[in-house]
């Protein structure tokens, strides 16, 4: 069964990121787990250097069941709202997170996660429309979590005037994210 972790980033538990995350899993064929950066118990990284050295990550909370998630899921989707060009704050918390893998890498010399994934990235907002910097840093977070292949950005624009959900582009990108993933349920 195919496995899909969704890191929702945005604050509003019926705004426009989760009414697209909504049509999205209300298609899904297969497992996915959703990840509310606002409402889940992770702290941010606190840069104590245990991962320098060891696995994991010194912190206990939350985020440990998101690891195994991690390493077991085929598919990972980031979505959030754009507050100053960048995504949320807390879901940048949970992003901060990813260091252990990143340490893994450089200075272990050890491939944390050696199953490959797909990512996506779907953004929403209603401000001045640049998206370039929250679609690169969703793309380096998944990199770091073994994503090799990640799908054009899917985006709404303009959520001040028209909802997301109402948005024929960002509707007709999930479709595009559904068949990239091959989850069309």
Known sequence: MTKTLILNGSPRINGDTAGLIGKMTGRIGGEYKIVDAYRCSVSPCLDCRYCWENSGCAI?????????????????????????????????????????????????????ILKPKKGAVILVGGGDGHMEKAYGTACTLLHHMNCRQIHEPVYSHNTNERPAVEDESALSGLDSILDFFHLCG
């Not at 990972?76 to 260091?99: C, H, K, M």
């Open 60 to 112: 206990r909370d939350e985020m440990q069941e998101i690891y195994e998630y991690i390493q077991e899921c085929d598919n990972i989707l980031i979505a959030s709202p754009i507050y100053f060009s960048e995504l949320t704050g807390r879901l940048l918390d949970v992003g901060s997170r990813l260091q252990t893998y990143f340490c893994a890498r450089f200075f272990r010399k050890e491939e944390p």
